[in-house]
């Protein structure tokens, strides 16, 4: 995970990275943790959500405990650069945001509920950072599908600006383009609960979610 970025905008269509017409990596066919296909919309019925919360190695992590979550992905999104790698989108130069793909059963799991939670795990004051990962890559957006999404996102940010002490920094944007991310960001607390990052910022993060969502989230 990158610290400290230097650059703190995102740059225009015309000075962005001129990426590449395919993926520069294979993927795995499924999730590790929930068993199902990654690249799939979910059965009949699901939709998609994509959020910019910050580090994609924990927010995954946080969809996961959610009942009505079918499977998350992490990726970019929001940029200019068609398939960029993640030193690419470390330097500020696609556009794009750390972002997590979300895909879940509405009839379970509403999507403002969704929205809700999405709200408790990040830093919606906070424009360029969450945590210690500061840049623009890590600003907090929601990518709506659709003008119900984008409906619903604005009326629940409407309920919740009164509980925080300053404006709401998180972006609704139109959703254009999710690119996965490379395999070894994919399930990264689940393979890697000892590793530094995962223990002082990771775990912190889940169980505050946990005890705030407690009635909600899988035990």
């Given at each position: 995970?990158t610290f400290g970025l230097n650059r703190t905008a995102f740059p225009t269509a015309d000075t962005?990275?001129?990426?590449?017409?395919?993926?520069?990596?294979?993927?795995?066919?499924?999730?590790?943790?929930?068993?199902?296909?990654?690249?799939?919309?979910?059965?009949?019925?699901?939709?998609?959500?994509?959020?910019?919360?910050?580090?994609?190695?924990?927010?995954?992590?946080?969809?996961?405990?959610?009942?009505?979550?079918?499977?998350?992905?992490?990726?970019?999104?929001?940029?200019?650069?068609?398939?960029?790698?993640?030193?690419?989108?470390?330097?500020?130069?696609?556009?794009?945001?750390e972002a997590v793909q979300v895909r879940f059963d509405p009839g379970v799991l509403p999507y403002?509920?969704?929205?809700?939670?999405?709200?408790?795990?990040?830093?919606?004051?906070?424009?360029?950072?969450?945590?210690?990962?500061?840049?623009?890559?890590?600003?907090?957006?929601?990518?709506?599908?659709?003008?119900?999404?984008?409906?619903?996102?604005?009326?629940?940010?409407?309920?919740?600006?009164?509980?925080?002490?300053?404006?709401?920094?998180?972006?609704?944007?139109?959703?254009?383009?999710?690119?996965?991310?490379?395999?070894?960001?994919?399930?990264?607390?689940?393979?890697?609960?000892?590793?530094?990052?995962?223990?002082?910022?990771?775990?912190?993060?889940l169980e505050k979610a946990r005890k705030a969502f407690k009635s909600l989230l899988r035990p």
């Amino acid at each position: 995970m990158t610290f400290g970025l230097n650059r703190t905008a995102f740059p225009t269509a015309d000075t962005a990275l001129p990426g590449r017409s395919d993926r520069p990596f294979a993927l795995p066919a499924r999730h590790l943790v929930t068993a199902n296909p990654i690249e799939t919309s979910g059965p009949a019925g699901f939709e998609t959500a994509v959020f910019g919360l910050g580090c994609f190695w924990g927010e995954e992590q946080t969809f996961w405990q959610v009942p009505g979550v079918w499977s998350t992905s992490v990726g970019y999104a929001g940029g200019f650069t068609p398939n960029p790698t993640y030193e690419e989108v470390c330097t500020g130069t696609t556009g794009h945001r750390e972002a997590v793909q979300v895909r879940f059963d509405p009839g379970v799991l509403p999507y403002a509920d969704l929205l809700r939670y999405f709200f408790a795990v990040h830093d919606p004051t906070s424009e360029d950072r969450q945590g210690p990962d500061v840049g623009p890559q890590y600003s907090p957006a929601i990518f709506y599908h659709s003008e119900e999404q984008k409906r619903v996102a604005e009326a629940v940010m409407r309920e919740l600006a009164p509980l925080y002490p300053k404006p709401i920094a998180t972006k609704l944007l139109p959703f254009t383009t999710f690119y996965p991310a490379e395999a070894y960001h994919r399930d990264y607390f689940a393979r890697h609960p000892e590793a530094p990052y995962c223990r002082l910022v990771i775990a912190p993060k889940l169980e505050k979610a946990r005890k705030a969502f407690k009635s909600l989230l899988r035990p």
